[in-house]
């Protein structure tokens, strides 16, 4: 079987990563071709995915650009030749879903966030194009019954596939340390409170800086740890000198090292303001680090309060630093339950179980056929 990933770019985001795990392991696990196509350019996962032995694509969207898109990725069927198209998130779907109808060939939608916003002024339109997948995957319940409501789309036809990690490459990780960027001042006995996301509004790093400020007012010895890169960067390092947090607050950017700045975390934050269901909240429960976060999208699915981790309100940094505090005077009740959290996700959000659901939707559309 053949399958192509259709994606909007290959930028760090959330989506783009799990769309590359799992064409990853679909390759190693015996799918016999992978491929991956990106409608505008590749992005800073090309080298990963490449190195991976993954084909990458740019179709591009043309002069006349949705049409233009269509006709580029028929082109690129063609040629392909796949068994299953399989889309990621809207854009990619209203250019692909057409094309690869148009030639007969199946497709498999996966709705990875709850936001329902293009084509809102044709609420017709959008079912017809969402219509158009023999098979809808949300990747939790809760995105999946927001996407029924917001789309038309009868919640009886939306399958739930959740999201899945290779857990393996998070347990046990090497914690990252001198020698890497920004780790140089980070001694062995100073708490590191940290996240990891594209520096996007939706992930609210503001209420992380916030938090961390009225935290390290109080105790000196601990550190904030931002991995990743976006739109938010430089609003991020203006509030650092505004909070005076010169020196405290590391930012190294895109990295491939996450498993070990995940490892070097204490306490892995996000207060995000919505959420599909969260990779990094998976990675830090895998790699045993205690998890604050807002129960917002599917994250209630991961993490159940006061057992596998602890919720903190929207917006609210007093919350989120009173949670910091605590863990600071009593570490030991936030591991116990970060050791519940790792047992869930290997139980619950691997990779292989992730993988093996995608293949029976894939065998089940393919044999089908095209729907009328």
Known sequence: MKIVHVLRSLEFGGAEKLVLELARRQRESGISSVGLACLNGGGILMDEALSAG????????????????????????????PDVVHTHNFLSHVHAAPAARMLGIPVVHTKHGRAVSSFGWSPHLRRYLYGLADAIVAVSEETGDIFSKRSGIERSGIKVVYNGIDTSRYAGAVPAGPGMPGMDGIGSETIVFGCVSRLDPVKDHPTIIRAFAETAAEHRDCALLIVGDGPERGRIERMIPEYSL????????????????IAAMSMFLQPSLDEGLSLTILEAAASGVPVAVTPVGGTPEI???????????????????????????????????AEKARERVEERFS??????????????????????
């Open 54 to 81: 993954l084909p990458v694509t740019v179709t591009g969207t043309g002069p006349i650009r949705y049409l233009s898109g269509i006709r580029n990725l028929v082109r690129y069927f063609r040629e392909a030749r």
């Open 246 to 261: 010169q020196g405290r607050v590391i930012m190294p950017g895109f990295t491939a090292e996450v498993p070990r700045y």
């Open 303 to 337: 993490v159940e309060h006061g057992v596998t981790g602890t919720f903190v309100d929207v917006g609210d940094w007093r919350g989120l630093s009173t949670v910091m505090s605590g863990f600071i005077r009593s570490p030991e009740h936030y591991r116990k339950m």
């Open 351 to 372: 990779l292989k179980s992730m993988e093996s659901a995608y293949r029976l939707i894939y065998e089940e559309v393919a044999g089908k056929g095209r729907k009328d």
